[in-house]
């Protein structure tokens, strides 16, 4: 069984629970042997099924595969410490080296339209290692990649626009139906699901706040549903036709990918086929001989019109977590309140670099993982929306039992696993010092990277969003079935079977 060479077995200290067996039931096929035969096991290590005539059954390995572990409530650990056996770089090379094998013998036609899709904490992560400038980097990873063969390379801050304007339109539509009031059956608070790792815990092991999880799609399975969907269509394909790809700054989004909600039945091909960390990609390029320093730039791929070029980064305001808090506090106070604050200024203020008269901004315990972030009413200065930010599993069980006991007074939450958000991501790039304080100061200079490295403009603002709603949705736009089936996802919790200690009380 072969893994990726970027997983890594180190400090095993992060169980939810620890489990010490699989739950996952290992098919057994009945035979019409007699009963009575045995096992041996051959000098090769392999296992042979030896009937009473003698006859001898090579016996196979059984897999566990990463669909199994999604099934399993046994144990949960963190991403770096996954074993999946289907997604790493090695992959992407071996469709690529399929491509070139089959242009070769005239069978083009049969070759993958292979796409990759770059996050911006990917970006900024290897702007840091690499001393440039983050458009600088998005250039020649994509000089790099179409010279092994990729046909686009897009950016992932396209639609994570989409999924900002999905989030808020989605709160709105519940603080609506709960009237601004929390728990209690309601619908409120809503809490983002865009980390795959909050998402896997809150499923094993707290399914009774899977109501109040927002099922808008993360931006990466955004992105799939824009590729294996709308792209397919403009370049003439059927989904099964293009292997999509894209670099991210966790493991926890390859088990994203793999979840069955996210495969197509009918063309039997997942809306992303693999993805590939941050540092998979950087050893990637290391190995085909092209550091980021000796690739020319090259302009960039525009996602909306896949034969232009597009001239500038996206950016977010807000943290790394992907800038929900802050998106959807501005546009929810304007809708509901007819409070004009920008993205911006929220983020300002929850940065504590502009205070604002209507936000009130208060770190729990003095802890920058976890803040609370308080929207006044300008009549009455009385709270009229109360948002938060939480990071790190120690402050998500802190957040959950506040919720299970009715003590959570929060109207939406930004959630990530990882302390200090998606820049700290497992899988991204590390400093050669690896002593806590250089971690920690790497950490913050990538989340500065992130935060300033594009100009910010208003996702509705975006005139290419626009044109890919309406081309994609039809007139209806962002209020058609298409697009509740392209933008929402659903949440499934699972019941352990086991004892996940291993115990007995």
Not at 337 to 348: H, K, L, R, T
Request: aromatic share 8%; charged share 25%; glycine share 6%.
């Amino acid at each position: 069984m072969a893994f990726s060479g970027g997983l890594r077995l180190t400090d095993l200290n992060d169980y939810i629970t620890p489990g010490q067996e699989c739950i996952k039931p290992v098919e057994v096929k009945k035979t019409g042997a007699a009963s009575g035969s045995h096992i041996k096991v051959s000098d090769a290590g392999d296992y042979y099924e030896v009937a009473k005539d003698g006859e001898e059954t090579k016996l196979e390995a059984a897999r566990i595969t990463l669909n199994d572990c999604l099934a399993c409530s046994g144990c949960v650990t963190s991403a770096e410490a996954v074993l999946i056996t289907m997604q790493s770089h090695h992959e992407l090379l071996a469709v690529l080296e399929e491509n070139r094998r089959l242009h070769s013998q005239g069978e083009g036609a049969q070759a993958k339209h292979v796409v990759v899709t770059v996050a911006p904490q990917s970006r900024a992560s290897l702007a840091l290692k690499h001393r440039m400038s983050p458009l600088s980097v998005a250039k020649r990873v994509t000089a790099a990649l179409k010279a092994m063969g990729v046909d686009h390379v897009f950016d992932s801050a396209f639609t994570r626009d989409l999924t900002l304007v999905e989030s808020a339109r989605e709160f709105v539509e519940r603080f609506k139906a709960s009237e601004g009031q929390v728990g209690d059956g309601r619908s409120l608070p809503v809490l983002a699901s865009w980390c795959p790792g909050w998402v896997c815990y809150a499923e094993k092991t707290h399914a009774e706040v899977l109501p109040w999880m927002s099922t808008t799609r993360s931006s990466q399975q955004t992105m799939g549903a824009v590729v294996k969907d709308y792209l397919a269509k403009k370049l003439g394909k059927t989904p099964d036709q293009i292997y999509h790809v894209t670099v991210m700054m966790c493991y926890d989004k390859k088990l994203e990918a793999s979840r069955d909600d996210f495969y197509n039945d009918v063309y039997k091909t997942r809306d992303v086929d693999c993805v590939v960390t941050t540092g998979e990609l950087d050893r990637m390029l290391l190995e085909a001989g092209m550091s980021l320093e000796s690739v020319a730039e090259s302009g960039l791929d525009s996602l909306f019109k896949v034969d232009s070029v597009q001239e500038h980064l996206y950016s977010s305001a807000g943290t790394s977590a992907g800038g929900g808090l802050e998106y959807v506090m501005s546009y929810a106070a304007h809708v509901l309140f007819g409070i004009d604050i920008s993205p911006e200024q929220v983020a300002a203020a929850g940065r504590e670099e502009a205070a604002h008269p209507l936000i009130e901004v208060k770190a729990v315990r003095n802890l920058s993982d976890h803040r609370e972030i308080t929207l006044l009413d300008p009549a009455t200065l009385k709270p009229c929306l109360r948002f938060a930010a939480v990071y790190g599993f120690r402050h998500l069980q802190n957040l959950v039992r506040k919720l299970k006991s009715g003590r959570s007074v929060y109207h939406y939450v930004e959630v990530a696993a990882c302390p200090n958000a998606c820049s700290n991501g497992g899988g991204q790039l590390q400093p050669e010092d690896l002593s806590p304080a250089a971690k920690k100061q790497w950490v913050a200079e990538t989340e500065r990277i992130y935060v300033t490295s594009d100009a910010y403009e208003l996702p509705e603002n975006n005139p290419a969003l626009r044109e890919l709603i309406y081309d994609w949705f039809g007139p209806e736009g962002l209020d058609s079935q298409l697009a509740k089936q392209a933008l929402h996802t659903q949440f499934h919790g699972i019941v352990a079977k086991t004892n996940p200690l291993g115990v007995s009380w």
